[in-house]
């Protein structure tokens, strides 16, 4: 999409009105017709720039050497540039961080996914330092495109597309029920792994009660992200469908709030972040307080709560 002046200046004015990226993204769309990206958005008001490459790199010759940094980076003929450099406070975990391996190559873990990346580590004498290690990183990335959903792109979407469920509740006794679910990892959970177990909460919610409590005590999911398997501090996991993973997640909590829901007078769901998808689960809350507005949901993104 061609980036217009009235574009421009209506995605500033509306900044200065103190609308958040996601929502300028809508007004755009609104008034417009056109498709914008909160990631757009965000680097337009940041840096002036409609464009996620780096305008330095954007050169007639596809090789470029930084002396100073001892890095090599080649631009392919596919887009994406091929970063060669040694690091110094390097480590596995860090070797694992996805953020830290983009910048210490300069790139912005906002702009950049990485493709492939190798590293490999050796021991070298320093007159000031003795015996230190150094790392020698080796990645490929490529732009992130500008219409990829984001997510907070994603949770606008959950929400809009929702229409709200509600049922006639009837107190059935005086006594409560709390059901504790840890550690789902839905990805690599899959639908049949809590089917038995699902049955056997039904046997249970079907006896009917005053008040129950959900309660997602964190890991609802095995990624943080939808693209690749990660944990908040970009620990790289195993590769698991995360579409799927989502889909797995709300025919769970879709069976067990709507049942919840029809056998006793109050429904609670209680959310605690997980170090591994505390973000997706947040927006996961959102989706249950969307859909079912009988349900008191309580949404938070806290690793800790009383």
Not at 178 to 199: A, C, E
Not at 248 to 276: E, P, R
Not at 292 to 302: A, E, F, G, S, W
Request: hydrophobic share 35%; charged share 25%; glycine share 4%.
């Amino acid at each position: 999409m061609r980036w217009t002046d009235e574009y421009k200046s209506r995605v500033t004015e509306l900044s200065k009105q103190g609308l958040s990226s996601s929502k300028i993204a809508q007004r755009l769309f609104d008034e417009f017709g056109v498709n914008l990206s909160r990631r757009t958005v965000s680097r337009y008001l940041s840096t002036g720039h409609t464009s996620s490459r780096y305008d330095k790199l954007k050169k007639n010759t596809n090789k470029v050497k930084d002396v100073k940094r001892g890095t090599e980076i080649v631009i392919n003929k596919d887009g994406s540039t091929t970063s060669t450099t040694t690091i110094e406070n390097m480590n596995r975990e860090k070797a694992k961080d996805v953020d830290f391996v983009l910048r210490a190559h300069g790139f912005d873990p906002e702009d950049w996914d990485i493709v492939s990346a190798k590293s490999n580590s050796w021991q070298q004498n320093s007159v000031e330092k003795g015996l230190i290690d150094l790392w020698q990183s080796k990645i490929t990335v490529k732009p992130k495109v500008d219409n990829e959903l984001t997510f907070e792109d994603i949770t606008e979407i959950l929400k809009q597309e929702i229409e709200p469920y509600t049922v006639k509740q009837v107190a059935h006794s005086a006594h409560n029920l709390v059901i504790p679910l840890p550690d789902l990892y839905f990805g690599v959970t899959k639908r049949q792994d809590v089917q038995n177990h699902l049955d056997r909460m039904l046997d249970v919610i079907n006896k009917g009660y005053k008040t129950i409590v959900i309660e997602q005590l964190g890991d609802l999911f095995h990624s943080s992200q939808m693209w690749s398997s990660q944990t908040l501090k970009s620990t790289i996991l195993q590769d698991v469908d995360m579409v799927a993973a989502w889909n797995d997640a709300k025919w769970l909590f879709d069976v067990l709030v709507t049942a919840t829901l029809k056998n006793s007078t109050k429904v609670y769901v209680k959310q605690m972040a997980g170090n591994h998808s505390g973000n997706m689960e947040f927006a996961f809350m959102e989706y249950l307080q969307a859909k079912y507005p009988q349900v008191v949901v309580h949404n938070n993104i806290k690793f800790r709560d009383a």
